[in-house]
């Protein structure tokens, strides 16, 4: 059976749900949504673009639709609503609101007899599962999550909104000697300081007070005034060359004891190298993507997340290749 | 409702169980079973240690019996009998045999409606967990598997058996460069030579010829004959100084491309590192546990591996609350 999936959002995401969906032989691409004209939009691998408005038109041919917006105004009211007819999956990433979100779906997916996978992709999302894992196999011990190197959208949006700037782009550094200091079992208590620094690149408009900019940058409250942070300019040119791509990444860390006198030290770490950012995050939802059609074709409903999915139903192949191949 | 476990095989396994178990909150250790004479043995929280021969009796009174006996000679058989029992786990690592070992259990599980998790401990366990995750999210890519730097028993054993040898310990080490090419994405192949070395430490016994011994050490075939080997003479006392831990660890990565053109590469790296096989190994164990006891509490019986477990059954805490503190 070729798993049916649907796009919902064509953005980085969206395009980066394509390819991996292209790449997975168990799965078929059937459409793409977009609220957009779908005239204009043009897709990597042909697959045709619909009208996001009539998707649930789609309803019983489309086995898992995947929502490719945005956390902050797509997908809080999105997936709860086209949980009514579909499968959904999405990677909002709202951490403090997650359990807000889980409620709405979980609700729609009931009443509806549908499966909802919630809040996947590296963190939330791979990241959440081996902080989980950390703390039921180490209860002695401490938890670390660095992220970085890599580009932060949020941060590199409020360099923009800065007077003067043209374009930035903002890499968060977890600091080297932090990273060593918890990779070695020193258990440190780090501020925010102490974890992460900052790196921002910035386009600015011709004829800009750079000295301000700079300032405006290092003293804004909650981006960027609790961070050693470092301001580079740089032409129009150069900036497209050199900071085109969207890497990302980080380190999950647990650091634990055991033993009846916690004698024994041991460090779990989950790290993370991604060139892309988006494309990554597309590859978890397409692998948990094949986890909601499993569980929703043996009559599961409701929402879920990651800490719900038994590992099983991420691989294509059968429980018993996989304990031959792989255990 | 706490849950109450038993620990079959009392050895460091064992004594690894027993002190994460009185860490662990939400139960409690019923009894130490054994085949040794009962009253000879004295556990480290002064838990009653009863004949294994009778564990039988306590049908009933034990929610999860933790298997801590061998996999050469103990598991093959124990696991499937004490199944008739009682919900089981056990660290079965003989990985060639886990299909063979999985049927037999399943079976015995089936017929008696009890629930049964095998091989769990980190490999197999939370390395094969990794394998899969790492295949499943980048279908295009490489596994690697590194072992160490850390303690290999069956390596150790075989030099001891070595004429002249009194006492041994052999240590597997990644090779470095090795290693790094894989997390730079380069994605070499790599001879068993090129990915691991052996470091031996040896206590001779007085008056033996040591280059003989060296050399019947780095041609011993399938142990030693396809590494570099390197060999250590030292004093007993020192021996039983510096080599008293029973350390390891090691790595699992996938590395992978995303993208029509699979331009973008992406690294995921899961590391350990142990000060005790042994007692990392038993915490481990007792997060399954955890699970065994509420899987067969909603219900659920045959044979398990840690494919078949969602996040969610490891971790004290409930899935409101984990998806609140962890997500």
Redesign the interface.
């Known amino acids: 059976m070729t798993i049916r999936i649907g796009i919902a959002g064509y953005g980085n995401l969206g395009r980066?749900v394509e390819?991996?969906v292209?790449?997975?032989k168990d799965m078929e691409l059937v459409a793409v949504f977009t609220r957009r004209d779908p005239a204009g939009v043009k897709t990597?691998?042909g697959v045709p673009v619909h009208d996001l408005a009539k998707v649930s038109e789609w309803k019983g041919r489309i086995d898992v639709l995947i929502l490719c917006g945005g956390s902050a105004n797509d997908l809080p009211t999105q997936t709860p609503e086209l949980a009514e007819f579909f499968t959904v999956i999405d990677s909002f990433d709202t951490?403090a609101k997650?359990?807000e979100h889980?409620a709405n779906v979980d609700k729609v997916c009931r009443a509806n007899d549908t499966l909802g996978i919630i809040?996947v992709g590296w963190d939330?999302g791979?990241f959440?599962?081996n902080?989980?894992?950390g703390?039921?196999?180490?209860?002695?011990g401490n938890d670390y999550t660095f992220w970085g190197r890599g580009v932060s959208q949020g941060h590199s949006d409020a360099i923009r909104r800065v007077p003067g700037v043209k374009d930035a782009r903002q890499y968060t550094i977890p600091v080297e000697s932090a990273l060593t200091a918890v990779?070695e079992?020193k258990n440190p208590v780090l501020s925010t300081r102490e974890k992460h620094t900052r790196e921002c690149f910035v386009v600015a408009e011709e004829g800009a007070d750079l000295d301000a900019i700079e300032t405006a940058i290092k003293t804004m409250p909650n981006y960027f005034a609790d961070y050693d942070t470092t301001v580079n300019f740089l032409d129009e040119e150069t900036f497209r060359r050199e900071h085109v791509?969207i890497p990302h990444g980080g380190v999950v860390i647990r650091s634990g004891t055991?033993?009846?006198d916690g004698?024994?030290?041991?460090?779990?770490?989950?790290?993370?190298?991604?060139?892309?950012n988006p494309?990554?995050t597309?590859?978890?939802l397409v692998?948990y993507a094949?986890a909601a059609y499993r569980l929703r074709s043996e009559g599961v409903t409701g929402c879920k997340?990651?800490?719900?999915?038994?590992?099983?139903y991420?691989?294509?192949a059968s429980?018993?290749e996989?304990?031959?191949m792989?255990?």
């Open positions: 980066g390819s991996a292209h790449k997975s990597l691998t951490h997650i359990p889980f809040s939330p791979l959440s599962l902080r989980l894992l703390q039921a196999i180490l209860p002695d990779r079992g791509g055991t033993g009846m004698d024994n030290k041991h460090v779990i770490e989950f790290k993370l190298n991604l060139d892309s494309e990554f597309a590859s978890v692998a094949r997340t990651v800490f719900d999915i038994a590992p099983v991420l691989h294509p429980p018993e996989q304990r031959k792989l255990l």
